[in-house]
């Protein structure tokens, strides 16, 4: 669809009220939740993905979560040796490409937990139903989830738990709306992850590990990831 003219004018202010309640704030985030697979269907699925991440970032948070933390090194190390010789004859293409595979790997993961709880919340319950080895993987997966938020909060213990707190709130609120969404449409274009193969080889390596460092940057670098 066509968008039209959007027009800049500084002199304009615009304010947002803030919701005057934790019930209002979690009611407005159920409904942003709830227009997800509407926009999806209009501007396409990968663009409301809930994350983007590498098949084999997705194999390695696994077997974490599953309780192998050896197979999953050696895993990481070996997409790392599959990384180098797209990277030479730049000076030290061994080291840069396992630092950006490993790199690669932890954001990767962190954006899986992010979704495991804002996103599949819903599919992780019939597993903690379940018992046995599926209670574990999805307890470790919401306990993982929750650690991972708890990176870029607070630092005091009061401030962190309020964090904590809200944010998963948040999280249950949004996801509620996300499926109720997902469910009146009838489509799960907004649920589905985007699988992005690693960049392939070329004729340009310097341009490679330019676009491997621009899609690993830390969030709140120049460059930030959504």
Request: aromatic residues 6%.
């Amino acid at each position: 669809a066509e968008i039209g003219t959007v027009r800049y004018l500084p002199r304009l202010t615009v304010r947002h009220r803030p919701r005057p309640s934790i019930p209002a704030m979690l009611a407005q985030r159920r409904a942003y939740g709830s227009s997800a697979a509407a926009l999806a269907r209009r501007h396409g699925s990968e663009r409301l993905s809930p994350c983007r991440v590498s098949p084999w970032s997705a194999l390695v948070l696994g077997l974490v979560l599953a309780g192998n933390p050896l197979t999953a090194l050696a895993t990481a190390v070996g997409t790392g040796l599959a990384l180098r010789p797209k990277l030479e004859p730049m000076p030290d293409a061994g080291s840069e490409a396992m630092a950006l595979t490993l790199r690669g790997h932890w954001y990767g993961g962190l954006s899986i937990l992010t979704a495991a709880t804002r996103s599949w919340f819903p599919l992780l319950l019939p597993l903690l139903a379940l018992g046995g080895r599926p209670r574990r993987l999805a307890a470790t997966t919401i306990l993982a989830a929750t650690a991972r938020r708890g990176l870029d909060g607070p630092r005091d213990p009061a401030g962190a738990a309020i964090d904590l707190c809200l944010g998963l709130a948040d999280d249950v609120a949004y996801c509620a709306g996300l499926w109720q969404g997902a469910i009146e449409h009838r489509s799960a274009a907004a649920l589905r992850p985007v699988l992005a193969s690693w960049p392939g080889g070329g004729s340009d390596r310097r341009s490679l590990l330019g676009s491997f460092r621009a899609r690993f940057r830390r969030p709140g670098a120049v460059a930030t990831r959504r």
